[in-house]
């Protein structure tokens, strides 16, 4: 595969494999300040530049790989996967399936790198009407049968299985994801950038300065509000919209662990620039890697969030039950 510009004739620097490992090592800090109790709020400052890295990360993966679909179908398989553990987590607030976010990313970047404008459009109106359908499936099939289950019964079962966000992941469906579809539009630019370091910078310079302001409580409530003002709702209804495009499009819940007041001192959202270095040092390279390395980061998300909130847990509790 031809290298980009930017990385042309670089034999030092990060490798893809090198920057994947970077990531985890920044996941891992951000995943103990979200678990373990007494944790200094710096782990959550390093775990600020774990996402970018994975959602860069994604674009190469797709122009690297032999098989498009294969790629996809593991992304599917592990937001499947990782969706289920999270239902069936027998204690609350576990975590984010970080999968979807990442499988909508490299959906549409393979649609973009298709040469033909028709296979292009052909495959977005069939995305379109594969979340539409989804939607639809869920929210209006699904749930008109839960509806004939008797309450106690169903409110017995669904305290042990959260059936509703298990099925998100199994329908694939791109709304109501976790980290939402901002992230997704995040790892789309950031590919498309990708053969210039400049622009890099830029754009991680704006995702910065969106995250910051989103994730401030004054100013997220401010920009949110617009749409229903402009539409000249009453305030109850903007008030309901602006909850629902906050879920849509900025669904972090390590952010939302540390609500934000002022500017810039205690908001996570601006950290997310920490992540530029590390993408600067990209060689373009592949790495080293093979089956089992492949496979290892898609284990590696599901088996840390739950032995760091069974250790959370220990720690806080003395005990998991």
């Known amino acids: 595969m031809m290298e980009t510009s930017t990385t042309a004739g670089r034999r030092f620097g990060l490798s893809s494999f090198g920057l994947k490992i970077v990531g985890c090592v920044c ?6 300040a979200m678990y373990v109790p007494g944790t200094p709020i710096a782990f959550a400052w390093i775990g600020q530049a774990a996402l970018p890295i994975f959602l860069y990360q994604v674009g190469w993966s797709c122009e690297y790989t032999r098989s498009r679909r294969r790629y996809l179908l593991r992304l599917y398989a592990a937001s499947v996967a990782t969706g289920f553990i999270l239902a069936a987590w027998p204690w609350p607030g576990l975590g984010v399936n970080v999968f979807p976010v990442l499988l909508h990313t490299a959906i549409i970047i393979c649609m973009l790198l298709e040469p033909d404008v028709r296979t292009r459009i052909r495959y977005a109106l069939l995305y379109v009407a594969w979340q539409v359908g989804a939607y639809v499936l869920l929210y209006e099939g699904v749930a008109r049968v839960v509806r004939l289950i008797p309450e106690s019964y169903y409110s017995q079962w669904s305290a042990s299985f959260d059936l509703e966000r298990f099925l998100q992941s199994l329908f694939g469906m791109a709304l109501f994801m976790d980290y939402g579809l901002f992230y997704v539009a995040v790892g789309v630019g950031l590919w498309l950038c990708r053969k210039s370091r400049a622009h890099v910078t830029v754009t991680m310079a704006l995702i910065g300065v969106v995250s910051m302001l989103i994730y401030s409580e004054s100013y997220a409530m401010a920009i949110l509000q617009l749409p229903g003002r402009l539409l000249g709702m ?12 906050h879920r849509v499009l900025f669904a972090n819940r390590l952010v939302y662990a540390y609500p934000a007041q002022n500017l810039p001192s205690d908001n996570l959202g601006w950290m997310m620039i920490f992540a530029l270095p590390f993408m600067l040092l990209h060689n373009g390279r592949r790495g080293c890697g093979g089956r089992c390395t ?7 998300y599901p088996v840390h969030i739950m032995v760091l909130f069974i250790v959370g847990r220990l720690l806080g509790y003395g005990t998991i039950f």
């Open 27 to 32: 996941m891992v800090f951000g995943s103990i």
């Open 294 to 300: 492949k496979w290892l980061f898609y284990v590696f």
């Open 234 to 245: 009453e305030w109850n209804e903007a008030e309901s919209l602006n909850q629902t495009l």
